[in-house]
């Protein structure tokens, strides 16, 4: 049975690249996608029978989303007995070491940066979620996800070049 993980990103070209970088390492998974922190809460934690919502294996979780943000939620999952074991891995864009700190002292399993250039976005993100799901703990992806001031025409260039292929549906990005 494929591992069920629930990803929980407002940045819909992120989640196409979520998407693509398991399936370039073969992770078979069923992926639910929440694009805001409050439709979490209301799908999960208020739901009029909480028997009938599955519990997944792995929460892939941001931190800078509308209405709810990531720590809120996190909180919320460790706060609720039938989401308290389930692996929360943080994946965010933020370099801040608060943020990791404020994360993993509320039980982040881990936290993964998002990296800026496309390449290692698809080999770093999608390797640390294979070492979650294979039970182990992630190595830090190597680039910081802050984009210096010589690095934007690289980071301008990969999102147009996202939208560009988001839209066109490439491989393995359905949504």
């Known amino acids: 049975m494929p591992p069920k993980i629930l990803l929980v990103e407002d940045n819909y070209a992120d989640v196409k690249l979520i998407r693509l970088a398991l399936q370039s390492l073969g992770i078979v998974s069923e992926i639910t996608h929440f694009a805001d922190g409050l439709d979490v809460v209301n799908a999960l934690f208020e739901a009029d029978d909480e028997s009938q919502v599955p519990i997944p294996d792995l929460v892939l979780l941001d931190l800078n989303m509308p209405r709810v943000d990531g720590l809120e939620l996190l909180r919320r999952?460790?706060?609720n007995e039938r989401f308290k074991q389930?692996?929360?891995?943080?994946c965010t864009s933020s370099s801040s070491p608060q943020d990791e700190a404020d994360a993993m002292s509320l039980g982040a399993n881990a936290y993964i940066r998002k990296p800026v250039e496309l390449e290692p976005f698809l080999q770093e993100v999608g390797q640390a979620v294979k070492d979650i799901?294979?039970?182990?703990?992630?190595?830090?992806?190597?680039?910081?996800?802050?984009?210096?001031?010589?690095?934007?025409?690289?980071?301008?260039?990969r999102a147009r070049v996202t939208r560009r292929k988001v839209r066109r549906g490439f491989p393995g990005t359905q949504h």
């Open 77 to 79: 999952f460790r706060e």
């Open 86 to 90: 389930v692996l929360i891995a943080i």
């Open 133 to 157: 799901l294979d039970g182990r703990k992630p190595a830090p992806c190597k680039a910081s996800g802050r984009v210096q001031a010589r690095s934007w025409p690289v980071f301008l260039a």
